[in-house]
């Protein structure tokens, strides 16, 4: 089992920043994936950005590429996206999710991750 726990999200005005951190606990290890995935009230869950296998290789959504960065910090156990130049389309609940044993091809489907955090909501206005 693995617990996700999110926290940084927020109220900002277009163009700013905001850092999101995902804590994990549990049975992690060199072979989790680690993805941040955003929903919007009435739209599909989308893919945001993941971390592949204690960071061998990042992945981003076209929407995200050159404004948001996720980052890992293995001593922690904690994986941030840091969010910038922010627009009013990236408000969303933003959550984050684990799992030991993906593939590279599957990292861009929620649907393969088992492990879940709660969410955190960013809103981003003015």
């Known amino acids: 089992q693995v617990q996700l726990v999110e926290s940084g999200g927020g109220l900002v005005q277009p163009g700013g920043s905001l850092r999101l951190t995902c804590v994990a606990s549990?049975?992690?290890?060199?072979?989790?994936?680690v993805g941040w995935f955003r929903q919007s009230p009435g739209e599909e869950r989308e893919f945001v950005a993941a971390?592949?296998?204690?960071?061998?290789?990042?992945h981003y959504a076209d929407a995200v590429k050159g404004r948001f960065t996720i980052s890992r910090d293995s001593a922690k156990n904690a994986v941030f996206l840091q969010m910038n130049s922010l627009k009013p389309e990236d408000t969303a609940v933003y959550y984050c999710a684990a799992d030991n044993s993906l593939i590279l091809s599957s990292i861009r489907n929620g649907g393969n991750y088992d492990y879940w955090g709660q969410g955190t909501q960013v809103t981003v206005s003015s």
């Open positions: 971390i592949f296998r204690r960071g061998s290789s990042t």
């Open positions: 549990g049975r992690t290890s060199s072979s989790t994936t």
